[in-house]
């Protein structure tokens, strides 16, 4: 991320001028300004960074509503008393009762003779709706 680039304008006077030239360097501050290319550069990059923030808001809200809907998924299946195990070599899905889960998964993945079915991990509940 490019840091913004910052001016600054100083003057140094001795104490005893100060007064004196203080209403000269207020007029030339009050005249001071930048080009109206760098004022359009700049309102470019804060529109691009606007844009940019409202991505990530987007984004954040996409995926906070994603991990609600798997969070919502998963304690359905709970109060069901039941939990998805994934056939890998189909990629069909079936819904187990909690109590047999484990034990069925070994006993399935024991008979195959390889780890062909799995207990569905609560990350990926969502994309089997």
């Known amino acids: 991320m490019e840091l913004p680039q910052r001016q600054t304008s100083t003057v140094v006077l001795t104490k005893e001028s100060f007064a004196h030239n203080l209403p000269v360097l207020m007029e030339v501050w009050k005249n001071r300004r930048i080009s109206d290319k760098l004022m ?21 809200r996409a995926e906070r509503s994603r991990v609600y809907d798997n969070i919502n998924t998963a304690w359905g299946h709970v109060i069901k008393n039941e939990w998805p195990v994934e056939d890998t070599r ?3 899905r079936h819904d187990v009762s909690n109590n047999d889960l484990k034990p069925l998964v070994e006993t399935l993945n024991q008979a195959e003779g390889y780890a062909r079915y799995r207990e569905v991990p609560t990350q990926g509940l969502d994309h089997w709706k």
């Open 90 to 92: 189909y990629s069909e």
């Open 40 to 60: 359009a550069d700049r309102l470019k990059k804060a529109v691009e960074t606007m844009k940019e923030t409202g991505e990530i808001m987007r984004r954040t």
